[in-house]
T-cell receptor, first 113, second 110 residues
Framework: NAGVTQTPKFRVLKTGQSMTLLCAQDMNHEYMYWYRQDPGMGLRLIHYSVGEGTTAKGEVPDGYNVSRLKKQNFLLGLESAAPSQTSVYFC????????????FGQGTRLTVV | AQRVTQPEKLLSVFKGAPVELKCNYSYSGSPELFWYVQYSRQRLQLLLRHISRESIKGFTADLNKGETSFHLKKPFAQEEDSAMYYCALGDAGNNRKLIWGLGTSLAVNP
């Protein structure tokens, strides 16, 4: 069982470069989320999706874009990376039904220099 | 407003001591509450959810609607319990978002 897989695991970008983080889940979950985790700030929601072809903004969407062309994949894009986007990024998916848990990817550690 | 508060950023206890990680929530409606654990440099994983009323790794958590709390407890802490613990509140709306506390870092000292 792969669960939720994120690629890449690590990346160093120069300011102004772009990149795409890929999240793939094999549990047929409708809901998918992208978070960033920074010291002392917990998990902050960047964007989320409630199903294939849908996306919505979370708490901290500026500087990021997302797409969900296929149900199992949720892509997070940084068009022009900034040092403030240095963080650990986590993807999660969740099924329907009350009390269902969210499954997380292993994280992507991104450094923007 | 929906909110989760974990008042302690850091909690340090000795091995064998009882531990309680506090979580208070604000939610209008019937809440879904979870505890997640993150070991060093690993992914978050579910520890407990209130609807299951289970004990995992010796941890328990009881939902107290009167005090709007879902505190995590363990009678005898172990060194391997050292981790970051997050309390989360499930939004029952159609976006199924989870609202997160800021986390409590638990250090269990030998």
């Amino acid at each position: 069982n792969a669960g939720v897989t994120q690629t890449p695991k690590f990346r160093v970008l120069k300011t102004g470069q772009s990149m795409t983080l890929l999240c793939a889940q094999d549990m047929n979950h409708e809901y998918m989320y992208w978070y960033r985790q920074d010291p002392g700030m917990g998990l902050r929601l960047i964007h989320y999706s409630v199903g294939e072809g849908t996306t919505a903004k979370g708490e901290v969407p500026d500087g990021y874009n997302v797409s969900r062309l296929k149900k199992q994949n949720f892509l997070l894009g940084l068009e022009s990376a900034a040092p403030s986007q240095t963080s650990v990024y986590f993807c999660a998916s969740r099924g329907t039904g009350r009390g269902t848990e969210a499954f997380f990817g292993q994280g992507t550690r991104l450094t923007v220099v | 407003a929906q909110r989760v508060t974990q008042p302690e950023k850091l909690l340090s206890v000795f091995k064998g001591a009882p531990v309680e990680l506090k979580c208070n929530y604000s939610y209008s409606g019937s809440p879904e509450l979870f505890w997640y654990v993150q070991y060093s440099r690993q992914r978050l994983q579910l520890l407990l959810r209130h609807i299951s009323r289970e004990s995992i790794k010796g941890f328990t958590a009881d939902l107290n609607k009167g005090e709007t709390s879902f505190h995590l407890k363990k009678p005898f802490a172990q060194e391997e319990d050292s981790a970051m613990y997050y309390c989360a509140l499930g939004d029952a709306g159609n976006n199924r978002k989870l609202i997160w506390g800021l986390g409590t870092s638990l250090a269990v000292n030998p």
